[in-house]
């Protein structure tokens, strides 16, 4: 269900794709952890050297702090 979710967001996200890096199409399982020190899985849609996209069931507030575990990386 998460990699449905990440691709619908691809296209959205290029539309107004202003970025300083290019960003890479990369599905990596994962964790992350948000400043309360909860965590919760996810995976990615893409990574660039500035960011990832995670795809997540529980969203941080905007400029959260979050801690992301991935896996093979």
């Known amino acids: 269900m998460m990699a449905q979710t990440a691709a619908a967001l691809r296209p959205a996200l290029r ?18 952890m948000l400043e309360d020190r909860q965590e919760y899985p996810c995976q990615t849609a893409d ?5 990832a996209l995670l795809v997540a069931a529980v969203q941080g507030r905007v400029g ?6 991935l896996e093979h990386i």
Do not use: F
């Open 15 to 32: 539309k107004a794709e202003r970025r300083r890096h290019q960003r890479v199409p990369v599905a990596l399982l994962g964790r992350y």
């Open 47 to 51: 990574i660039s050297p500035g960011g």
């Open 64 to 69: 959260e702090r979050v801690v992301a575990y």
